[in-house]
């Protein structure tokens, strides 16, 4: 699969621009990233993560458009329109606050939503065989 890199991470302390977010379970989402950080060179880079507080869920941010079309069972697809979110903040966020896993800064394009598919199917499989091996 090729990356359409179609976003860029904005400047330090600037507004979010309008970005979907895909919402999975952590343990999900920390394969996925390993797996689409493996096979950027085929696939593309991952891009900004969010982490809740709590440590149950990942959120990575998706160009615009994919909530209309996103239908992968586990997970769930939102419009962000901007709301709520800055990019840059020098502060990392306090004990059992959002922050971010990987910062917009450091991993610049948002991630492409057909690798983000594939690499949360990946995640889901190996998952399930490990909880199985138990």
């Known amino acids: ?3 359409t890199g179609t ?3 904005p400047e330090a302390g600037v507004a979010a621009p309008d970005l979907d977010l895909v919402t999975v379970p952590a343990r999900q989402g920390l394969e996925a ?3 689409i950080r493996r096979s950027a060179d085929r696939s593309g880079p991952v891009g900004p993560v969010l982490h809740d507080g709590s440590g149950g869920t990942l959120g990575f941010l998706v160009p615009p458009g994919t909530a209309d079309a996103w239908d992968l069972p586990g997970s769930a697809c939102t419009q962000t329109n901007g709301r ?3 990019f840059g903040d020098a502060v990392s966020p306090t004990a059992g606050a959002t922050g971010w896993l990987l910062p917009p800064e450091a991993v610049g394009p948002v991630t492409d939503p057909e690798v983000l598919r594939a690499a ?3 995640a889901a499989r190996l998952i399930e065989a490990a909880d ?3």
Do not use: F
């Open 1 to 3: 699969m090729e990356s």
């Open 7 to 9: 976003s860029t991470a």
């Open 33 to 35: 990233v390993d797996i």
């Open 84 to 86: 709520g979110m800055r």
């Open 120 to 122: 949360l199917g990946e």
């Open 132 to 134: 199985n091996c138990r």
